[in-house]
């Protein structure tokens, strides 16, 4: 293990060398890349170095145990060797996740897609709370998000909503939500006090760009109509809304968010190339699920993985089998014990393979 570290860090070292380096500075692109390397091999590199001084006071305790004669020094030797040979273990436990390959998609910003599924006007507003709590959670970790789509259900909530969501590492976060996810309470119309359940789909993807997927003009049918629900008279009365149709593939993406139709043209080709992106990327999650007993971030979005059960405060995800008690805290955004749950089930399930 010491010497994949010592490789890494002699990687670190080199790529600062380069970015001291003021020709680095004459390729952008280039000297994005290495800065972005530079920061995710900082974590290996101190670990080196952390590591490195655990197997040094190792064998410095070993010398003394071997040699000395002093039965207090012997004594200090062997406790402070026990400790240390337990902090090695967990040290190297931590360098095995940190060497698992990362997904190069993590690193993406996302679009978050919450649809309506089984329930009727439940299923609406249960829509409009998942909005909430995601975009609650969002705020916490400080990323920035664009409304693209929203379609109003009459009864309060939505049919379905999208944005677009951009900041360090949103997809490798945000992926883990992507499924069914189900409600069970009383709903509002209710009269006899029973208890419904009802269901929203997540789905989150990849946002692509230009260098990830490229569509040909001529494959692309454009039409324009008029934006429906709030936003005034120029929203109604001019065709500012876009629809786009990739012919080939048969994928559609409109936007009608934006005042301009051009602005909304550009907003609904980046969801355009997202989906398309998306539909070869799913082609590779569903390799990987196929080979793992769990399915934490690359499963079937069909698959339900959490309920929500308001009459005993309870949240559980089905992928890992955790429950927790703090339905009303989990609603205002705090997911993040949930999502770092599944990074550790994920991890472990990666650990396996790489065993094997």
């Not at 070292?13 to 001291?20: N, V």
């Not at 944005?163 to 069970?184: A, W």
């Not at 208890?195 to 692509?208: G, K």
Request: aromatic share 6%; hydrophobic share 35%.
């Amino acid at each position: 293990m010491l010497d994949k570290l010592e490789a890494i860090k002699h990687r670190w070292e080199d790529i600062g060398q380069q970015l001291a380096d003021p020709q680095t500075m004459t390729d952008m692109k280039k000297y994005a890349q290495l800065s972005k390397d530079y920061k995710d091999l900082k974590v290996l590199a101190d670990a080196h170095d952390k590591y490195a001084d655990i197997l040094s006071n190792i064998e410095h305790n070993r010398e003394v145990l071997r040699n000395d004669k002093d039965p207090e020094f012997r004594e200090m030797a062997k406790m402070e060797l026990e400790e240390l040979q337990a902090e090695q273990a967990k040290m190297e436990e931590e360098v095995r996740i940190l060497l698992i390959p990362k997904d190069p998609e993590d690193e993406k910003d996302a679009t978050l897609e919450i649809r309506a599924g089984t329930g009727g006007d439940e299923a609406a507003i249960f829509v409009g709370d998942l909005y909430r709590m995601y975009v609650r959670y969002i705020e916490t970790k400080g990323w920035k998000t664009q409304l693209l789509r929203a379609n109003e259900s009459a009864a309060g909530g939505f049919k379905e909503i999208v944005l677009s969501v951009s900041g360090d590492g949103v997809y490798g976060i945000l992926k883990y939500e992507s499924g069914v996810h189900r409600v069970q309470r009383v709903p509002a119309t209710e009269s006899q006090g029973r208890v419904h359940t009802s269901a929203a789909s997540v789905a989150v993807l990849p946002e692509a760009d230009e260098v990830d997927v490229y569509i040909n003009p001529a494959d692309i049918r454009v039409d324009t109509y008029r934006s429906s629900g709030a936003g005034g008279q120029h929203v109604n009365k001019t065709e500012s809304a876009v629809r786009l149709t990739h012919i080939p593939t048969g994928v559609v993406a409109e936007c009608q968010q934006e005042r301009s139709q051009l602005r909304n043209r550009e907003v609904a080709m980046t969801m355009l190339r997202t989906r398309i992106y998306e539909m070869e990327y799913r082609k590779h999650l569903d390799a990987i699920a196929s080979k793992r007993k769990t399915m934490v971030s690359t499963g079937d979005r069909s698959a339900k993985i959490r309920t929500y059960n308001y009459p005993q405060g309870r949240v559980t995800d089905h992928r890992i089998g955790l429950t927790l008690y703090n339905l009303s805290a989990i609603m205002n955004g705090s997911i993040q014990n949930i999502i770092e749950a599944l990074q550790i089930a994920e991890n472990a399930e990666k650990m396996k393979e790489g065993n094997n």
